[in-house]
């Protein structure tokens, strides 16, 4: 059974970057047919896609937050990690890490963690 | 950028059958891109629920079923339980966009 934990501050100021790792465990990160997923949630909304990386590294981002995302992955550590630039009080949400499979679908999910934007 | 359009509500009596829908566009499911399903419990993570327009992963009841015809999508709810209360979120590949969800759908069992 595959799992993910998110970690990182759950308080970031505005105009700094917002730093999340996820580890995984029970699969091997380094394995093929899987994308390494960022997912996000604000306060009573939809999911929305911040984007995800394959094992080889390559990263492909949503269009509406490409300028300030950064996913990177450390098979070596089986974690993968989220850097978003620039936070203001929209980026307030729950970060979920997860993983999708190469037909599109996420099928483990972390069990998300709060990241607040505040001063 | 786009999304895919679900219904904010709906409800039903326990044992009802209910259905979700799920609008895209010719970028995504009219483009053949399959379409599958979340349910969101209160508090926790969303969990998959259908797959690949109409399969379910082991566990999920027989209950839960999918359809996908043309730009749409339908998620639909037989023999209707309390415990079936939740948010459900349909998503799809997009070329340009990648993932795309649904705006979720909030179940009420009435």
């Known amino acids: 059974q595959v799992q993910l934990q998110e970690s990182g501050p759950g308080l970031v100021k505005p105009s700094e970057t917002l730093s999340l790792t996820c580890s995984v465990s029970?699969?091997?990160?380094?394995?093929?047919?899987?994308?390494w997923s960022w997912i996000r949630q604000s306060p009573g909304k939809a999911l929305e896609f911040i984007g995800y990386i394959y094992n080889s590294g390559t990263p492909y981002y949503s269009p509406s937050l490409k300028s300030r995302v950064s996913i990177s992955i450390d098979t070596s550590k089986m974690q993968f990690s989220l850097k978003l630039k620039s936070v203001t009080a929209a980026d307030t949400a729950v970060y979920y890490c997860?993983?999708?499979?190469?037909?599109?679908?996420?099928?483990?999910w972390g069990q998300g963690t709060l990241v607040t934007v505040s001063s | 950028q786009s999304g895919l359009t679900q219904p904010p509500s709906v409800s039903g009596a326990p044992g009802q059958r209910v259905t979700i829908s799920c609008t895209g566009s010719s970028s995504d499911i009219g483009a053949g891109y399959d379409v599958h399903w979340y349910q969101q419990l209160p508090g926790a993570a969303p969990q998959l629920l259908i797959y690949?327009?109409?399969n379910r992963p082991s566990g999920v009841p027989d209950r839960f079923s999918g359809s996908q015809s043309g730009t749409s999508a339908s998620l639909a709810i037989t023999g209707l339980q309390a415990e079936d209360e939740a948010d459900y979120y349909c998503q799809s590949y997009d070329t340009s966009l990648y993932v795309v969800f649904g705006g979720g759908t909030k179940l009420t069992v009435l």
């Open positions: 690949g327009n109409n």
């Open positions: 997860a993983r999708t499979t190469t037909r599109n679908y996420v099928d483990f």
């Open positions: 029970g699969d091997s990160i380094s394995r093929g047919f899987f994308y």
